[in-house]
């Protein structure tokens, strides 16, 4: 099994690329818990982070097969480390952006709406489907999804398993900039806050 992600070191800043072996980026269990792991060790040096995947995947969520194979304890933890890891990025010590391109669904937008700062490429695609399937989420994006967006545009993302495109999320205030190279916008405003 490969790295869930890996890190690019930048002047002022890194970039931690999720990865999975099929390309969807998968929050597993395994995942939130070695991401909350490098969060908490880069955080102490206080560089600027990117959290990115790859050009059609932000992240697709949660695995739910590995989801509906747990057993309501497992379930509860699996929900704690969730919660963990958004409370880690939250509270990350310097600027935390989310450079999107492709599918950022379910518990990756909630990874998403956890970061300071949110960057989409053309081509990105946000959702929360746990509605369509007869569940929510427990990441905490029902609370920070209303903050950036309005209690309206929230529901209908999340009762109605609303899909939203980068340029609708822009006009409703989910993500601050569409750019064609995300990434590279991330960095660049890094760079002229640091410089």
């Not at 869930?4 to 070191?9: D, N, Q």
């Not at 929360?128 to 994006?141: C, D, P």
Request: aromatic share 8%; charged share 20%; net charge negative.
């Amino acid at each position: 099994m490969p790295p869930f992600f890996y890190l690019k070191e930048y002047r002022h800043a890194r970039v931690l690329y999720l990865q999975s072996e099929a390309g969807t980026n998968l929050l597993t269990r395994d995942s939130v818990a070695a991401l909350d792991d490098v969060l908490g060790r880069i955080g102490t040096e206080q560089h600027p982070l990117v959290i990115t995947g790859n050009e059609q995947f932000f992240s697709a969520g949660a695995d739910l097969a590995e989801i509906a194979a747990l057993d309501r304890s497992e379930a509860y933890e699996f929900a704690r480390m969730g919660q963990r890891l958004m409370k880690t990025v939250e509270e990350f010590p310097a600027p935390v952006y989310a450079a999107v391109s492709g599918y950022c669904m379910g518990g990756g937008l909630d990874l998403a709406l956890a970061c300071h700062r949110r960057i989409a490429a053309p081509n990105a695609v946000f959702g929360h489907r746990g509605a369509s399937l007869g569940l929510i989420t427990g990441w905490g994006g029902t609370q920070r999804l209303p903050r950036l967006v309005g209690k309206a545009a929230a529901l209908q993302m999340f009762v109605e398993a609303e899909k939203v495109n980068a340029h609708r999320a822009l006009a409703i205030g989910l993500v601050e900039a569409v750019a064609d190279d995300p990434v590279a916008e991330a960095l660049q405003r890094i760079g002229s806050v640091r410089n």
